[in-house]
């Protein structure tokens, strides 16, 4: 698996290295509503608005799976409570012999 990870991982590094020496001339970028300019060189601006864009993408993509952290946490305390019971119940009834299962290729009496 760490091998799968270098080998995707490797050519998106040398991509993006590439990217920013290859686009080194520098621009200004201007917001419009506000009288802001900034001179910078233009990898850095794609590749700014590129990290921008994932990050809202994930945070997109957190708000939108909070039904199921939501039922993961219902059925994690279900789950205790369950465990809770069955232990209160053993409790009660005391050490008591292991039910006897088959065993396979054993003749049957």
């Known amino acids: 698996m760490r091998h799968l990870h270098w080998l995707v991982t490797g050519p998106v590094i040398l991509i993006v ?3 920013a020496v290859s686009n080194r001339q ?3 970028v201007t ?3 506000l009288p802001v300019s900034l001179e910078a060189p233009l990898y850095l601006v794609v ?3 590129a990290l921008i864009g994932f990050f809202v993408g994930e945070l997109v993509a957190w708000i939108n799976g909070r039904f199921w952290r939501r039922e993961a946490r219902a059925k ?3 789950i205790e409570a ?3 019971e069955l232990a209160a ?3 009660q009834l005391g050490p008591a012999a292991p039910p006897r299962l088959p ?3 054993a003749p049957r009496t």
């Open 17 to 19: 290295v590439l990217f």
């Open 26 to 28: 520098s621009t200004s």
């Open 31 to 33: 917001l419009w509503p």
């Open 47 to 49: 590749l700014l608005a």
């Open 76 to 78: 994690a305390r279900r």
């Open 82 to 84: 369950l465990e809770r």
């Open 89 to 91: 119940t053993q409790a």
């Open 103 to 105: 065993v396979p290729g």
